[in-house]
C-alpha cells in the first residue's frame, strides 16, 4: 500500500505516518518527487486497510492499496517520471539521454577516438563493455580491469559519463568504482543476487531486458534493485527472441509506452541488440525516440568490420554523426530537446 502526503503536508505529519508503518512492522519506503511526498509500505499487508489506518491522519491525502506486483517502480506510486542523476548529468527526462560507444573495449586509441566522436555529435554517455558475457566461452571476454581503467580515462579526457556492465557480484566493486551507471545485461536480469547487491549500492543502474522475460517480469527485477534502496534504475529495451530469424532481436517498441504508462523510470532503447543490422539501426534508434523513449543506447566502433564484438550492429563514427541529426528532427517533432 502507499500513503500521499497532501502537498503542504508537514515534515511531522509525514513523520508520524512514517513512525505508524514501522509500529505496524512494515519498513516504510519514502519515496520523494517535486510534486508529492509519498511513501510504500512494503510487507504483507493482505487484510489491512490503508484508508482505515491512515486515511484519517493529519496530512494524508489518501492511503491505497497498489494494484500491481511490482510496487516501488509503478506510476501508481509515483506519477512523475524519474529522472536519475547521474553526477550532474540527467538519464532520463524530457531531453533525450544519448548513450554511445563500442561493444567492448579494446584499446586505449579505440575507446578515446569513439568517445570523443560521440561527444562531438552529442551523446553525454560512453558506453563500453569491459566483461562481456558472451555467448562462446571462446570469443572476446573483454579487457576486464584494463578496460575500465580505459573507460576512465576517456570519461577524464571528455567528461562523458562511464556506463559499463557488471557481470557478477564477485567484480561489482571494481566495477563499481570506475562506472557512472552499471549496466545489468540481458543475461543477468534474472541474476537475483546480483539485482540484491545493486539494491545496496549507490550507483544507478542500466537494467536490460531479458532475453525472454515479460514486461512484468522485467519491472519485478527493477523492484528487487529499488526496494533494496537504490532507486536509480533505468529500464533498456534491447530486443526480445521471437521465432524472427532475419533479425538478431525484436525489438519489442510496444514496450516503450507499456512501460512509460506503468513506471516511473526512464525507458532506454538499444536498437544494436534490438536488430543486430548496422543498416537498419538507425531505423529503430529513430523509432524509439518517436514511441516515446526517454533514451538510446546506440554501439558505435571507429572500424566496425574489425570490431572484436558487435562490429556487423556497430555504427561507424560517421554513421553516428547522422543517426544523430535525424534524432533531432524526430525528438523535437515530439517536444523532446536533445541537449548540444
Ligand atoms: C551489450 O550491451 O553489449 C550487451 C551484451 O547487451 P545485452 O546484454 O542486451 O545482450
Ligand atoms: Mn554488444
Known sequence: MFIAMKPHATAAEFEAVVEKIRALGFTPHPIVGTERKVVAVIGHTTGLDPEDLFGTMPGVAEALRVSQPFKLVSREVKEEDTVLDVDGVPLGGRAISVLAGPCSVESREQILETA?????????FLRG???????????????????????????????????????????????????????????NMHNYSLLERLGTIEKPV????????????????????????????ALCERGIRTFETMTRNTLDINAVPVL??????????????????????????????????????????PSPEKALSDGHQSLSLSEFEELMKQVRVIAGAIGRPIPA
Open 206 to 233: 542500466l537494467l536490460k531486458r531479458g532475453l525472454s522475460a515479460t514486461i512484468k517480469e522485467w519491472l519485478m527485477a527493477a523492484e528487487y534493485v529499488v526496494s533494496r534502496g537504490n532507486h536509480r534504475v
Open 116 to 124: 570523443r566522436a560521440v561527444k562531438r555529435a552529442g551523446a553525454r
Open 129 to 187: 563493455g569491459a566483461f562481456k558475457p558472451r555467448t562462446s566461452p571462446y570469443e572476446f571476454q573483454g579487457l576486464r580491469e584494463e578496460g575500465l581503467k580505459l573507460l576512465a580515462l576517456a570519461r577524464e579526457t571528455t567528461g562523458l559519463k562511464v556506463v559499463t556492465e557488471v557481470k557478477d557480484t564477485e567484480t561489482l566493486p571494481m566495477v563499481a568504482e570506475y562506472a557512472d551507471v552499471l549496466q545489468v545485461g540481458a543475461r
Open 260 to 301: 512509460k504508462a506503468l513506471t516511473h523510470l526512464p525507458v532506454i532503447v538499444d536498437p544494436s541488440h534490438g536488430i543486430g543490422l548496422r543498416a537498419h539501426v538507425p531505423a529503430i534508434a529513430r523509432a524509439g525516440v518517436a514511441a516515446g523513449a526517454d533514451g538510446i543506447i546506440v554501439e558505435v566502433h
